[in-house]
């Protein structure tokens, strides 16, 4: 799926004209709220792609994702890795400023540990995004976004997989479109 998502971007990069496609990298930290961690709360970060046809207000971004208490994710309420595609509505905020409020959908995959071992237990994610990116000078923003992840999944009537979170993202952004 990767694969096939890069390979649609550089045929968009390259047959499209420099002007009817805006590229962005987004890279953050912040944090997921979940009761189950002992503060409830825990660490995370994104690194996002974002490609946006200047004919249409959507977005589609591809994020890789995590949320954990340590380097090595090991309690079955962390997130070792989740990738998500967006599409995301975005909508010029101030006139005098590039700046941009952006919400939507997305769906990936994520994985977490299995409890007592040493792998890793796959599922479906499905997450709502909702956020602010500013410019700041030539082509560096500066971006907000809130976010809510939804994923559950069962094996032998034991849920394995169990996400209802919200979260929070703070970061940088390089805007190539700017």
Request: proline share 2%; aromatic share 16%; glycine share 8%.
């Amino acid at each position: 799926m990767k694969k096939n998502l890069v390979v649609a971007l550089l045929y968009l990069m390259t047959f499209y004209s420099v002007h009817a496609v805006d590229v962005a990298f987004r890279t953050s930290q912040g944090g997921l709220y979940d009761e189950r961690a002992s503060e409830n709360s825990l660490g995370g970060g994104q690194l996002a792609l974002d490609v946006k046809l200047n004919d249409f207000p959507i977005v589609l971004s591809i994020a890789g994702e995590y949320y954990k208490k340590r380097p090595d994710a090991i309690y079955s309420y962390e997130i070792q890795s989740m990738t998500v595609v967006y599409v995301l509505y975005t909508v010029q905020l101030l006139k005098n400023w590039k700046s941009n409020y952006y919400f939507g959908p997305g769906i990936g995959f994520l994985e977490v540990p299995k409890e007592n071992s040493n792998t890793m237990e796959k599922g479906i994610a499905f997450d709502a995004a909702a956020g602010i990116n500013i410019k700041a000078f030539w082509k560096i923003g500066f971006y907000a976004e809130g976010k809510y992840i939804y994923s559950s999944k069962t094996v032998n009537n034991i849920k394995v997989i169990d996400f209802s979170d919200v979260g929070f993202l703070v970061g940088v952004s390089l805007n190539l479109g700017w």
